[in-house]
């Protein structure tokens, strides 16, 4: 028996659009192979997505509509199909990410998240793992949150990094060589800075570890803070009211824009030598 016969579409949104992807395909008559083939992907890859073991794409979704004339019903699903790759308790910090209006972000050991390419995220996804189980799941997922930057309206971004993110090599030689390439690239957005805390400023106002601090157009704003096995968002005043002063601290003892583009251009060139 396949997996999607005991499949229960009540029981989550990704199970909802498996069964209605396996539906819809055998009501026009189309095997597994046959549209694994459309999709560019393999059979055994879209027999678990019918089996809500994988996450679709968006291709594969925008795939499904013009191949089942369905309208936009699989592309409308696939945005909350997608959150489910995220851990429970990451999902309301997705949701006050979209509704941001601007983002104060300040990252210790990796390249934020809205800011990272996929080998990179792959990279850093895969750290600790002892399987790879949901890995690509997880990289579309974090690179999906990234659509905010490029809507019409996006946020202002804001990240500080520390210095250790450029020295400190992950994944390959490719992969820093891509990652340092696509910040070079986004701090050319007029939404977005980019600054760099470096070695020589000492102990600064962010030793308490990465943060993120969202204003919304509607209602308080709220701190993200990241833990061990998960993140925590507050939103009482006072917290958010000391986020801000320790934002404030940490860009002015980082480098200027200008300067901190230079040293990201001056690892990539390092890269090389």
Not at 14 to 22: H, N, V
Not at 108 to 116: H, R
Not at 202 to 229: K, M, N, Q, R, T
């Amino acid at each position: 028996m396949a997996y999607a016969d005991e499949l229960d579409p009540l029981s989550s949104v990704l199970a909802f659009y498996a069964t209605d992807l396996r539906s819809f395909r055998e009501r026009v008559g189309l095997s597994q192979r046959a549209m694994a083939a459309k999709a560019h992907i393999t059979p055994s890859l879209l027999n678990k997505i019918e089996a809500a073991k994988r996450l679709p794409s968006r291709e594969l979704s925008e795939l499904a509509d013009e191949l089942f004339g369905t309208g936009d019903h699989f592309q409308r699903l696939w945005p909350l199909v997608i959150k489910y790759a995220y851990p429970a308790w990451f999902r309301p910090f997705v949701d006050l990410e979209e509704a941001a209006t601007a983002i104060r972000s300040f990252e210790v050991q990796v390249v934020p998240g809205l800011l990272q390419t996929a080998d990179y995220a792959r990279a850093v996804l895969s750290a600790g793992r002892l399987d790879i189980d949901g890995l690509e799941e997880q990289v579309t997922a974090r690179l999906e949150r990234q659509r905010i930057l490029s809507r019409d309206a996006p946020p202002e971004l804001w990240v500080v990094m520390d210095e250790n993110i450029l020295r400190h090599r992950t994944g390959n030689v490719e992969t820093m060589r891509g990652q340092y390439e696509h910040l070079l690239t986004a701090a050319e957005a007029p939404n977005t800075v980019i600054q760099i805390v470096p070695f020589d400023a000492g102990v600064h106002a962010g030793v308490g570890g990465p943060f993120s601090a969202l204003s919304l157009d509607e209602g308080p704003d709220v701190v993200y803070i990241e833990g061990f096995l998960q993140g925590q968002i507050l939103g009482e005043p006072e917290h958010v009211k000391t986020a801000a002063r320790i934002y404030d601290l940490l860009t002015a003892v980082a480098l200027s824009p200008n300067r901190s583009i230079d040293m990201i251009a001056h690892a990539l060139k390092e890269l090389s030598t």
